[in-house]
């Protein structure tokens, strides 16, 4: 059997898990959030971290990490598929961004599990996390990749 | 970083930002604004006991870097529309990041002046006795030496693309 058909099989294996909705949440957008997290990570631009700025600051693109954390923590409610998270490995991470994050802003975002497949003896998922604002409109997705080494799944 | 001019830039043109060195603080402040409190990127002991002989960075940690040069190549008029990557290798403490990106496509969408990019995260770790011992380094590894000092290199912490729009 091929590596592909290896992997069509183990996903028929996982099906149920496969687009299955996984619990939102919701996110408050805070300055002492955005500055802490400029702080860490040395990106202390006036345009994130002063208040005073005209027209007011903004997230970082890079603060996604901060509220995406959600969907990745939202697995651990997934019954049946991660057996142990010391054994997850976070290969991968695409953001899209559609529209600015503010200070005020609350995020709602709904996860779905976008595929699961076995693949080199791991455990493959796709989480994919979508962050609506208080308005309405879709200001982030969040696609979060993870490899279970054996033992975790 | 000086932002970036559509007019003048083409394919094939490179971006850059070096930054570091990590700091144990720096991960313990990172885990705390980000949410990540996984004690491999703070607790040496733990570290230790999952394998690793040391802490190791977050991988949105590393990433952040990268958006970071994007973030201000784009400048406060322009956006980083979409980042995507793989984590490749793990990073330590007291590790340089250099933060690369190369233009693989301009294009305007929507009257926006548009930029696809490859890029990716190199890194630079001093060779000392003490991160020889805690297994920091492995066979096959890329090194070089610059006056008295050893240093490892990894060519892709993190690789992927990237799509931004510049003012």
Redesign the interface.
């Known amino acids: 059997m091929g590596e592909d058909e290896e992997i069509e099989e183990s996903r028929a294996k996982y099906k149920e898990f496969i687009g299955m909705q996984v619990k939102g949440g919701r996110y408050k957008v805070m300055q002492k ?1 955005i500055t ?2 400029c ?5 202390n ?1 006036p ?1 994130y971290v002063d208040e005073n700025i005209e027209g007011g600051p903004v997230a ?3 603060f996604a ?2 509220y995406a ?1 959600s969907g990745l ?1 939202s697995l651990a409610t997934v019954q049946g598929l991660i057996k142990n998270f ?1 054994k997850l490995l ?8 559609f529209e ?1 994050v503010r200070p005020g802003d609350v995020l709602q975002s709904d996860s779905e599990i976008m595929d699961v497949y076995e693949k080199n003896k791991m455990l493959w998922i796709i989480l994919r996390s979508t962050f609506v604002n208080q308005d309405g409109k879709k200001a982030t997705v969040a ?1 979060f ?1 993870a490899g279970i080494r054996p033992g975790g799944f | 970083m000086d932002v970036g001019n559509y007019d003048s830039i083409n394919v094939g043109d490179e971006i850059c930002m070096e930054k570091g060195p990590t700091l144990r603080d720096q991960l313990k402040k990172y885990a705390k604004a980000s949410g990540d409190i996984n004690p491999i990127h703070t607790t040496p002991a733990i570290a230790e006991k999952a394998g690793l002989g040391d802490v190791i960075s977050h991988g949105l940690f590393n990433m952040a870097h990268v958006n970071h040069m994007l973030a201000d190549w784009a400048g406060p008029s322009g956006m980083v529309k979409m980042i995507d990557v793989q984590m490749r290798s793990m990073g330590r403490p007291d590790d340089m990041l250099i933060c690369k990106g190369k233009i693989t496509k301009k294009y305007e969408e929507d009257g926006k002046k548009c930029v696809d990019l490859d890029v990716w995260q190199e890194s630079k770790t001093l060779v000392t006795p003490e991160k020889e011992e805690k297994g920091y380094f492995k066979e096959g590894d890329e090194y070089i030496t610059e006056g008295d000092e050893k240093y490892r290199i990894q060519k892709t912490v993190i690789v992927g693309t990237a799509s931004v729009i510049l003012p």
């Open positions: 959030k802490a997290y702080e860490a990570v040395n990106h631009d345009r970082p693109p890079e990490a901060a954390i923590t010391s976070h290969t991968g991470q695409k953001y899209e961004y600015p696609e990749t």
